[in-house]
């Protein structure tokens, strides 16, 4: 009887843990997703995107290397994004209120509350916050597993609506796409 009581124990204790690895590897994704920053803070969300040059995709890497995206409220461009000349880097430039900085759309070494990001993240098209909206409302990023270097997923904004609302497609999924709120995954668990 004591034989069965401890295998049982144990075997449950095993299957405890594995449970939780698992939800914490799940939970460390969309923590990581929550505290996502935005390159672009304009004033109102809307307004219209124009690929003012085209855009050229690097021919190694999910960013691009040249062309221009212009983002328009009430007719007047209030940020442009300058992907560069071609030359395989993974810089862009911003050009707002008439000062330029550049920001990274690759990202190999990310931090989450001191610790390592388990994944490295390209930024496909540059996330955008608006300053009359609590969420990202545009953008394209996708995450790298930093072990293996396989594709995880890619996280669709929208279309610079102020919503809560963004697209996940995933590689355990076959690519399929499921829309969910960014409330969800932000305030939805207590973090560590």
Same mark, same amino acid.
């Given at each position: 009887?004591?034989?069965?009581?401890?295998?049982?124990? $144990?075997?449950?204790?095993?299957?405890?843990?594995?449970?939780?690895?698992?939800?914490?590897?799940?939970? !460390?994704?969309?923590? =990581?997703? $929550?505290?996502?920053?935005?390159?672009?803070?304009?004033? &109102?969300?809307?307004?219209?995107?124009?690929? !003012? =040059?085209?855009?050229?995709?690097? $021919?190694?890497?999910?960013?691009?290397?040249?062309?221009?995206?212009?983002?328009?409220?009430?007719?007047?461009?209030? /940020?442009?994004?300058?992907?560069?000349?071609?030359? =395989?880097? !993974? &810089? $862009?430039?911003?050009?707002?209120?008439?000062?330029?900085?550049?920001? %990274?759309?690759?990202?190999? %070494? !990310?931090?989450?509350?001191?610790?390592?990001?388990?994944?490295?993240?390209?930024?496909?098209?540059?996330?955008?916050?608006?300053?009359?909206?609590?969420?990202?409302?545009?953008?394209?990023?996708?995450?790298?597993?930093?072990?293996?270097?396989?594709?995880? /997923?890619?996280? %669709?904004?929208?279309?610079?609506?102020?919503?809560?609302? /963004? &697209?996940?497609?995933?590689?355990?999924?076959?690519?399929? =796409?499921?829309?969910?709120?960014?409330? %969800?995954?932000?305030?939805?668990?207590?973090?560590?």
């Amino acid at each position: 009887m004591k034989k069965t009581f401890l295998s049982i124990a $144990a075997i449950s204790t095993l299957f405890l843990f594995s449970c939780n690895k698992e939800t914490n590897e799940i939970d !460390s994704f969309t923590h =990581e997703l $929550a505290l996502e920053s935005a390159q672009i803070i304009l004033p &109102t969300s809307g307004g219209e995107l124009v690929e !003012s =040059e085209p855009l050229v995709k690097s $021919a190694n890497n999910d960013y691009y290397t040249s062309g221009k995206l212009d983002y328009i409220q009430n007719g007047e461009i209030v /940020a442009q994004v300058d992907f560069g000349n071609g030359e =395989e880097n !993974s &810089t $862009a430039q911003l050009l707002k209120d008439g000062n330029v900085t550049t920001f %990274d759309l690759k990202k190999d %070494d !990310s931090y989450y509350n001191g610790k390592k990001s388990k994944y490295k993240k390209v930024i496909v098209k540059p996330l955008i916050k608006s300053e009359d909206c609590d969420y990202i409302i545009y953008g394209i990023i996708k995450y790298y597993s930093i072990k293996t270097g396989k594709w995880v /997923a890619t996280i %669709d904004f929208g279309d610079r609506t102020c919503d809560e609302w /963004a &697209t996940k497609t995933t590689a355990d999924d076959n690519g399929n =796409e499921y829309t969910f709120s960014l409330d %969800d995954w932000k305030y939805g668990k207590d973090w560590k």
